[in-house]
């Protein structure tokens, strides 16, 4: 059940002066930061290009949407993997070209929910492929997490420690960064340990352009990354339906998920266009609007064109560039095992009998075919990892028989 809008504390735009939502915008730019630059400092992606693609993607999302939903759409890290291994395989061109077909994905599936309605990606996509494959997403990672850690244990347990304690400990706002606060303070540190190298700020301009890249269309490429867009598509619907339930208003009805996947799906082509990750909900960002109780869509475009701007000044991006790995993987061995651990949610919300043999068989293969890194090739094409085991996934919820037969 949606509650009730708040009405004493539910501040609206009639409320809020200009400079108040200024503010307010870059304060919600500020609890996705964190998130948003570190997945294009993880897959040697360009974080000013990461800030200007979420800039223009949550602009291009609100214009679907008609203005309605308060999100901002930041970098996702389903594609972390993914864009690492693409990136070897195919380039770092083409593997935006499959990130663009990913995106192209989000846009056919909205045009099937507006045709069919929500029921179908249920029944195509339960939690027992879902939450699966989001696991692999996670423990697929976390060797890359530890191998950066290891540079320096001792910035990475800092990093950690700090990114734990505002999760468990943080009060209002702190709460929500345990991502940025970790990085910021892991980097105060290494400055203290003078192993921070600042020649790439000295040479940066202040004012220069994004490091773009474009894409080239490799149907390999397409075909492995267009599989990967199955998990975080299921994850935008429950991001939907979470800030639907904060702000008291059915935006799974009006404007429809057929328009936010619509929104979702051309930011995530956006990005790849121009050599930024793909583009998703941030829960973040949704918990920021939990507890500030301000629902004004206009504060998430305001985030969004300071994020634009951001992404032009040099000097901002050079420093990015300077943090330390070993703090990066500090945070990794945190946000990793979460991600694993939201496929676990996912399973246990949904409640599937486990008792059942084709639960555990589809289970077990999709982990076994994810963590493995199986590969299957022909010819030149090859699929695999996370790719083929949400195909494999898929296949198998539809073959299996629903019988009662109880594992042994």
């Given at each position: 059940m949606l509650g009730k809008p708040a009405n004493e504390t539910d501040k609206d735009a009639k409320e809020?002066?200009?400079?108040?939502?200024?503010?307010?915008?870059?304060?919600?730019?500020?609890?996705?930061?964190?998130?948003?630059?570190?997945?294009?400092?993880?897959?040697g992606l360009d974080p000013a290009v990461a800030l200007f693609t979420a800039g223009v993607g949550t602009l291009v999302f609100h214009?679907?949407?008609?203005?309605?939903v308060p999100v901002f759409l930041g970098s996702s890290f389903a594609f972390i993997a993914p864009i690492i291994e693409g990136t070897k395989l195919y380039g770092l061109p083409g593997a935006l070209g499959g990130?663009?077909?990913?995106?192209?994905?989000?846009?056919?599936?909205?045009?099937?929910?507006?045709?069919?309605?929500i029921k179908l990606i249920e029944k195509y996509f339960p939690a027992i492929v879902i939450g699966p494959v989001i696991m692999c997403i996670g423990l697929v990672l976390a060797p890359t997490g530890i191998e950066m850690a290891q540079e320096n244990w001792l910035l990475a347990i800092i990093s950690l420690a700090v990114a734990i304690g505002l999760v468990i400990f943080g009060k209002g706002m702190l709460k929500l960064i345990p991502i940025f606060g970790g990085i910021v303070i892991g980097y105060i540190v290494a400055l203290f340990m003078g192993i921070v190298d600042f020649t790439p700020v000295t040479q940066a301009a202040w004012i220069s352009?994004?490091?773009?890249t474009f894409p080239a269309f490799k149907w390999e490429a397409i075909i492995y990354f267009i599989p990967v867009a199955i998990a975080p598509l299921i994850e935008h619907i429950g991001d939907i339906y979470t800030i639907s339930e904060v702000t008291?208003?059915?935006?799974?009805?009006?404007?429809?998920?057929h328009r936010t996947l619509l929104g979702d799906g051309l930011a995530t082509m956006i990005a790849g266009f121009f050599g930024g990750p793909p583009n998703t909900t941030y829960s973040e960002v949704t918990g920021a609007v939990a507890l500030t109780k301000v629902y004004d869509p206009e504060i998430m475009r305001i985030a969004a064109g300071t994020a634009i701007i951001l992404a032009f000044v040099g000097k901002l991006g050079a420093i990015l560039k300077t943090i330390p790995s070993a703090v990066l993987g500090g945070i990794m061995i945190l946000l990793f095992g979460m991600i694993a651990a939201v496929g676990i949610r996912t399973l246990l919300q949904a409640r599937p009998d486990m008792n059942k043999t084709r639960n555990l068989v589809i289970v077990s293969i999709i982990l076994t075919i994810g963590i493995g890194g199986a590969t299957i090739s022909f010819g030149s094409f090859s699929l695999g990892g996370i790719g083929l085991a949400s195909v494999v996934g898929l296949v198998l919820n539809q073959i299996l028989p629903h019988e009662n037969k109880r594992a042994l």
């Open positions: 809020l002066n200009a400079t108040t939502k200024l503010i307010l915008g870059i304060q919600m730019l500020f609890v996705a930061f964190g998130a948003t630059v570190l997945v294009p400092l993880l897959t214009l679907v949407t008609k203005n309605k990130l663009i077909a990913a995106g192209a994905i989000y846009v056919i599936v909205s045009m099937i929910v507006r045709r069919k309605g352009l994004p490091d773009f008291g208003k059915k935006f799974v009805e009006k404007p429809g998920v």
